[in-house]
């Protein structure tokens, strides 16, 4: 596939080096893979995760909502305009045709400190938007790194099945040989082609498998295709090791999700501020100098007025702002219980699979390259206790237990991504809205 064939990293052989007879050696990475002249040219996971910073449209959409909150923030601490209309009165007067002509200058003051709240609740409002640019970017690592092991994984096993379809066709041959011979049997070889035909599907699957988690790829970091270059990275990589307590707490603490709900519940207080302040009301002064020319004066007129608050006292607002500050408080502990809820399945995912991963790379993979050896020898040397059926099936469990192994590679470093995501261990790209980090 164009665009991610995998390079090598450091990579165990498949089966014993005394099964390389059957044709069960590791096969190549790629049938011709292209040059790598320098580093700049393979897709890593760093330059993956830089293309998503610069391409994905999740982030763009959080860098507009981050400018729509500046510029709220801008509108809420200016002041209100001043007003001035022209104006005549008793035109055609007979002592005089112009009349009374007057200017009138009107300001509206805001009282009670309305403007400064009201700018600070947009400034925490801005804060929160900040933060959820931030998440959105760990959100896109997640899936950039998802899909990346994914990647890794489908080409993985590419590899196995490669392994297994050889497996089959020197098991076929093995077979084929003593019924030519005229010691073996029909059933024997028809097994055999069945063996070889079913490892033979699994390979086609999962080339397509490999072919749609390129696709996969390119979406997640935000592409319509990925770059030329091959794929570079390796499953067996050692795992961070990770202590549940020590994660519950850097989540809690350090989770943009949870700052911005703590953004959230100090906006929601201003506001309750600013709509306890707008009981006070405002103020509006208004000059207007007036020339008579019927009896050649000049008259100034000053007038200050404001609403005088019976009825009306805001406390409807006041009550809803109340509210507000009661929701954001629980949002806050609603995020944290939810951010435990997806550490926890992360937690049970990584733990088992790393669990598994360590059985299978200890104990069920050596035996069952052990038992396919002691089989595969005693079947050449005739022994009536090792039949092909036995052969079969040790090769049949061998290709299993492989294919299920790198299944569980995958799923280790997928919920390691998952986790990487909410302890957000590594700061965001320069250029992501970021209040805590530094400059």
């Not at 069945?194 to 988690?213: M, N, P, Y």
Request: contains cysteine; glycine residues 6%; neutral net charge.
């Amino acid at each position: 596939m164009r665009g991610i064939t995998p390079i090598a990293g450091k990579r165990g052989s498949l089966l014993l080096p005394a099964l390389l007879a059957l044709g069960l050696a590791c096969p190549a990475l790629a049938a011709d893979p292209p040059p790598a002249s320098t580093a700049e040219e393979m897709l890593t996971l760093t330059r993956l995760l830089d293309l998503a910073a610069a391409s994905h449209p999740d982030l763009g959409v959080a860098r507009a909502r981050v400018e729509a909150a500046r510029g709220r923030m801008i509108q809420a601490g200016l002041r209100l305009n001043p007003v001035i209309s022209i104006g005549d009165e008793e035109i055609n007067n007979p002592f005089g045709r112009a009349g009374k002509m007057y200017v009138n200058f009107s300001q509206e003051i805001i009282t009670a400190h309305k403007r400064e709240l009201a700018r600070a609740a947009a400034e925490q409002g801005v804060v929160a938007v900040d933060w959820q640019a931030v998440t959105r970017w760990y959100d896109v690592a997640v899936r950039v790194r998802s899909a990346y092991y994914e990647a890794l994984t489908a080409w993985r096993e590419v590899q196995t099945n490669e392994a297994a379809v050889r497996l089959a066709v020197q098991g076929l041959q093995a077979a084929e040989k003593p019924e030519k011979a005229g010691a073996g049997t029909r059933p024997d070889v028809l097994r055999a082609e069945v063996q070889r035909d079913q490892a033979r599907a699994r390979l086609d699957v999962s080339r397509r498998r490999f072919e749609a988690a390129g696709r996969l790829l390119a979406a997640a970091v935000g592409v319509p295709h990925l770059p030329g270059g091959p794929l570079e990275g390796t499953l067996n990589a050692a795992v961070p090791d990770y202590d549940w307590p020590v994660l519950l707490g850097t989540v809690l603490t350090r989770s943009s999700e949870v700052q911005e709900a703590q953004a959230l519940v100090v906006e929601a207080e201003h506001n309750l501020h600013l709509a306890i302040a707008q009981r006070t009301p405002n103020v509006t002064v208004q000059v207007r100098p007036l020339y008579s020319y019927p009896d050649q004066t000049f008259e100034p007129m000053i007038q200050v007025g404001a609403p005088i608050p019976i009825y009306n006292r805001n406390q409807g607002n006041i009550l809803a702002a109340r509210a507000d500050v009661a929701r954001t408080e629980e949002q806050v502990r609603l995020v944290e219980l939810r951010l435990t809820e997806r550490l926890a399945g992360a937690y049970q995912r990584y733990q088992a699979a790393r669990e598994q991963r360590e059985a299978y790379e200890k104990r069920i993979l050596p035996r069952a390259r052990e038992s396919l050896r002691l089989v595969t020898i005693g079947y050449e040397r005739g022994d009536p206790k090792y039949d092909f059926t036995a052969l079969l099936q040790a090769q049949t469990t061998l290709v299993q237990s492989q294919l299920a192994y790198v299944q569980l590679l995958g799923d280790v470093w997928r919920a390691v991504a998952e986790i990487k995501g909410l302890i957000q261990d590594e700061p965001p790209p320069a250029g992501t809205s970021c209040p805590a980090c530094p400059p």
